[in-house]
Every structure is written in C-alpha cells, then in structure tokens.
C-alpha cells in the first residue's frame, strides 16, 4: 500500500494538500473501509455456506484434535465467518432483531474461535477481532449505539491489563495486545466514552514509549494473517497514538489541539501507515472546515 507522505501542519494550504492525498489513499482503503453489500438472497447463501464449512471443520478438529491441517481449518473458516456476519451486521437496521441475532452469532463464533482466554490462541482471537474491527471503526460508519458491540469485542484481555499496571511503575513489558487496545481505544471514541477513550490511549502510548525507548528499532510480526499489516514496528504505535489523540480532540472541536497532534504524528516520521491513514484524513477534514 502506498504511504501518505506529510509535509506541515502550520497552515491552511498544507493541511489542503494533506486532505487532497488523503483522499486518494482512502480511495483504496475504502474497498477494507465499506463493506461490500451484496443482494440479500446471495448474502444469505454466503453467509451459509460459511457456517457449514466453520461447522464442519470445527467438528473435525475436535474429532481429531490435529493441530495441523484441522486445527488451521477451524481457525480460518472462524475467520471468514466472523467477518462476513460483521459485514451483514452492517447492513441491518441498527436496534432490529436480524441485527441483534448477528451480534449473537458474532459473539458466538468469537467465543469458540479464542477460547480458553488464558491461552495464546484467545490472544491471537483477540488480535484478529482488532484487525476485521479496524477499517468498520476508522471507516466512522457506526453509531455510538452500533459501537457498542466492537467495544465489547475489542475489550483488552486480562494479560493487557497485567501489562498496564507493569508500565504504570515505569517498567518495559510485552508488546502484548497493543493492537487490541489501540482498537479499543477507536471503539470506544466511536462509542462517545471519551475519557476511558483518552485513558487507554495514554497508557498504550506510555507501554510503547518505555519499550522504544529501550529498544527503537524494534517491531511485532503479527503472523502472515495478518496482511499488509503483519510487521508493525514501534513508531507506528506511537503515530497511532497521536492520531487517535488528534482524533479525540477534532471530535470535541478542539480544531488547535488536533493539529499539534497532526504535528507530533509527522515529527514521529512523515509516512503514515494504512492504519492510520482515514484517520487523518478525518481529522484534517474537520480541522480545514474550522479555517474556512
């Protein structure tokens, strides 16, 4: 994916340039970014056929608990499921039974993807629910109400928090669910709990401060599930951080302080990453509409 490269924040023409390009990559972010919205006839039989095939595998591997070949297969087809009932749900009436019947589902199917959550596999779980949440919430296409359902999904597990009382005392942790905690942080926004929002972004920022600081070259491999966004290195974090910031405070019309934190985002370093990319765009959006 190409990068957006930043040149100032100071004035009006620049944040037009940044707004301008922004555009252009939302363009291809937009095809994560909008669900696709098939007929309802074919989304139902997708949906379906989904739910047989995660059926059947799961029934496999528990027949044969092959953590190979059968164990991958149950995994993957949790995964399609999950994301196609997250498009479908998007395309519901918001409040409607078909609407909570998917989120029950969703729920449902998470559940027995991550399992035991003691376990390195609902740490993997909740690292795929962060990633299939993340274009739905940067996107901003939910309610406060719809948001509700990606807060719970993202909610950091107990080995997070573990980590944040480690970071509290000033001490280097596991880079542990920085992206589950970064998509909480979003859903909430999206939720409207704004100071839980500025929380949990301050102490994800001060987790990845005291590591890079320790280490400033260092980065995560998220698996080759993980896409375009497998390697992350620490600096996305902190960059995600100030956006999700900038984001906050253009939400509040806070139009000054969301372009400090569009300033710290490019002294951080001038690319952005995809992740961040719709963010920014939404963020110099709001903050160009305040000049004019």
């Excluded at 297969?73 to 498009?87: F, P, V």
Aim: glycine share 6%; proline share 4%; hydrophobic share 35%.
């Amino acid at each position: 994916m190409r990068r957006l490269r930043i040149r100032q924040f100071s004035n009006g023409s620049s944040i037009g340039k940044l707004r301008l390009k922004g555009q252009i990559i939302l363009a291809v972010l937009g095809l994560l970014v909008v669900p696709y919205s098939a007929p309802a006839d074919e989304q139902a039989e997708t949906l379906e056929q989904l739910r047989k095939q995660h059926q059947q595998a799961a029934a496999t591997f528990a027949k044969t608990q092959d953590y190979g070949k059968d164990y991958r297969a149950s995994i993957t087809s949790a995964h399609q499921l999950i994301s196609a009932l997250l498009n479908h749900w998007m395309t519901l009436p918001e409040g409607s039974p078909e609407a909570q019947k998917a989120e029950q589902e969703i729920k449902t199917v998470f559940k027995d993807l991550a399992g035991n959550p003691r376990t390195e596999r609902y740490n993997q779980g909740k690292s795929f629910m962060a990633r299939t949440a993340w274009p739905i919430l940067a996107g901003n296409q939910l309610t406060q109400e719809q948001a509700a359902l990606l807060v719970e999904l993202a909610e950091p597990q107990k080995g997070v928090r573990r980590h944040d009382k480690t970071a509290r005392r000033g001490k280097p942790t596991e880079p542990l669910g920085w992206d589950v905690q970064a998509a909480y942080a979003l859903a909430l926004i999206r939720r409207g709990n704004d100071q839980q929002a500025r929380d949990e972004i301050a102490i994800l920022q001060k987790k990845v401060s005291i590591n890079h600081a320790r280490n400033p070259k260092g980065r995560l491999d998220y698996g080759p599930d993980a896409g375009e966004a497998r390697y992350r290195n620490y600096i996305d974090y902190l960059q995600l951080c100030e956006v999700l910031h900038a984001l906050q405070a253009a939400i509040s019309k806070d139009h000054e302080g969301a372009r400090k934190y569009l300033e710290q985002t490019q002294k951080l370093r001038e690319a952005l990453s995809p992740e961040v990319t719709p963010l920014v765009t939404e963020v110099t959006r709001q903050v160009e509409g305040s000049i004019q």
